[in-house]
């Protein structure tokens, strides 16, 4: 099992900075992918960034140049670094990982962005 708890999220104004993070802990040394979805009200949960298993990362269109993901080595504290944030950034942002086998999911942590 694995138990991920996010925190950083909050309101902030178009064109601000968030950094939010996710706290990994019990069998973290099997995972082998790890990212942020967000899912806001009315749509679906999408993929905002992941670093896939080969240790590369994948960004959703929308964030790309704006977003920055990042981890420890230990795989125990994932981040996601939030820059020129949009309004239609506003979501739940999730912590998400998996094992190959697994998958598990953070409670999320709201991010707003609005004037």
């Known amino acids: 099992q694995v138990q991920l708890v996010e925190s950083g999220g909050g309101l902030v104004q178009p064109g601000g900075s968030l950094r939010l993070s996710c706290a990994a802990s019990g069998s973290i040394a099997a995972l082998n992918t790890m990212g942020w979805y967000r899912q806001a009200p009315g749509k679906q949960r999408e993929l905002v960034a992941a670093?896939?298993?080969?240790?590369?990362?994948n960004y959703a269109d929308s964030v790309k140049g704006r977003f920055t993901i990042s981890r420890n080595n230990a795989k125990s504290s994932l981040y996601l670094q939030m820059n020129s944030l949009k309004s239609e950034d506003t979501a739940v942002y999730l912590c998400?990982?998996?094992?190959?086998?697994?998958?598990?999911w953070g409670q999320g942590t709201q991010v707003s962005v609005s004037s």
């Open positions: 670093f896939t298993r080969d240790g590369g990362t």
């Open positions: 998400y990982a998996g094992d190959g086998l697994f998958d598990f």
